[in-house]
């Protein structure tokens, strides 16, 4: 009979005949480790971490709710303007770009109004996916 062996640590297997890993470690281990293999999963995964440090950097610069400051602020804090998860579009015709539930919208002089989301938003009146 063949001998059996855990996929990731090679250690021999006992029990059930399908059994592929030795622990819930191996297995959560090797399953990662396909995952940065992958070209793809790579991008998501760099991508949703841009996200997450924007959305920290407008909810640390904006803590009660709506604020205003100079664009070069959140530069300086690592921001970045080109990754957000979706657009508010306002009747006045402004376009609030979001991350998670923060958003900003750019005005003149290289300013940045940043607001939270709003219940009234939800209505789907303005929001862009």
């Known amino acids: 009979m063949l001998e059996r062996t855990c996929e990731n640590c090679q250690v021999k297997l006992t029990g059930r005949i399908d059994k592929r890993y030795c622990s819930d470690q191996c297995r959560s281990i090797a399953?990662?480790?396909?995952?940065?293999?992958?070209?793809?999963?790579?991008?998501?995964?760099?991508?949703?971490?841009?996200?997450?440090?924007?959305?920290f950097v407008l909810?640390?610069?904006?803590?009660?709710?709506?604020?205003?400051?100079?664009?070069?602020?959140?530069?300086?804090a690592g921001f970045e303007f080109r990754h957000f998860t979706h657009l508010y579009r306002t009747q006045q015709g402004n376009t609030y770009y979001f991350c998670y539930d923060y958003g900003y919208l750019l005005l003149e002089d290289e300013k940045v109004l940043i607001v939270n989301w709003q219940p009234y938003m939800e209505k789907g009146q303005g929001k862009i996916q």
Do not use: Y
């Open 31 to 55: 399953k990662n480790s396909r995952k940065t293999q992958n070209a793809g999963e790579r991008l998501m995964k760099e991508i949703n971490t841009k996200l997450r440090h924007n959305r």
């Open 59 to 76: 909810q640390r610069h904006s803590p009660e709710g709506k604020t205003t400051l100079r664009r070069e602020v959140l530069q300086a």
